[in-house]
């Protein structure tokens, strides 16, 4: 046994009653415990008489026999005391991460450790650890968590949102009360978003942390999980559309009736169908859905978002001022113009490239124009230097990049000068080649 430390097995194994009573006598001795020995033997007794009743009360539950208003209660009482249970694990797993002790059972981390205890991803388990970590700076909502006002999911959001800007933190509890979970994300991503010094810096951040990934579950379905930026997850959204109204209207003439959810799904192999048919080259057509943009017009004459001011896709999320601008490039952008509180105008702040550009354009740059780069499919159009004043929309300031290459201009400030034959691309504040390899 190491100096400072204290083993209760014996024979190893633990008798329960006898190792806790030790060791809350020996962290007391060591000075670890933020409350006397008694106090604390009588709040584990307690909790783990009330964890004995529940147990007890759920295997005798014949969910048969009850009247309905007696399950309608039931349920309110039983989701008190899961808010509850998700608040003093929480807690109390932020103490084991910082602590330590997670290491002895030789996990990789604390993360790691509470998936394994909790049965959940490690994804689910970072978001617990935090969230008890931080929550410590909000009192109001460190009480709300302790008094069951919040569920798991509503604390995550929360603490995120208010930890960034600690003001918005009585209105984000008052939604949580009154909203349901999705309008409560919405208005949290949009306190995160306006937190942020820098949009451009969490624009690149969630852009290098993007990810696409496949699994099959326990019952041998295929799930699908994606992170992408807002503007991307809106092309795809936008791409899945007309394909998702096609089902519906398909299956409402069959007498078929299924959630929206699941002709989405079938509306994302009917699009890997298409491209599958069309020999893995994208469409031709153009933009066919309108990508709606609620934006300030102060934000976009100033080219970044305000206090108080938003510019977001519709139905998606917070965007750069940047990332509106070139997605006006290459789609039509409608420009919900706003005063902070109501929208009192609407107007286009792009418009997509006409066919007969797209078709010289096609003809023209076969490849990304950027020097050294052979990528040829799934380009982007680009406007060199900008959509206003003379010249702006012919096609000698558009040209034909390659996702990578086009990020790197829209919000890493290279620089596309030049022409068909002699196009250069270079780096900000200087010259150079055609920048890291993607």
Known sequence: MRSGSASFEKNGRRDEPEFLEKALRWAEEKEFLSYPLPIIERMFGKLKQAVALLEEFVRDLDPEVLAPDYALELVETFSKAERLSSAGKALAAGRVADSGVWKKGGDRSAAHWLAKKNGTSVGQAVSTIETARRVSELPETERAIKAGELSEVQAKEVVHAASLNPSKEKELLEVAKTEGVATLRERCAKVVATSTDDEVSRYNRIHQ????????DAAGAFNLHARLTPDAGAIVIAALEPYKDEIFKQARAQGRRESYEAYAADALVEVAKHVRACDKRPSKSGPGTLVKVLVDHKAINRGSVGKDEVCEIEGVGPIPVATAKAMAKDAIIAALVTDGTDIYNVS???????????????????????????????????HITGREGEGAKTIANIARLCSWHHYLKTHKDWRLTGGPGDWKFDPPGGKGGAGPDP
């Open 348 to 382: 286009h702040i792009g418009k997509s490239v006409t066919a007969r550009q797209r078709t010289a354009l096609e003809v023209r740059d076969r490849v990304c124009v950027v020097p050294g780069c052979e990528v040829k499919d799934h380009l982007e159009i680009d």
């Open 209 to 216: 942390s993007r990810q696409l990934r496949h699994y099959c």
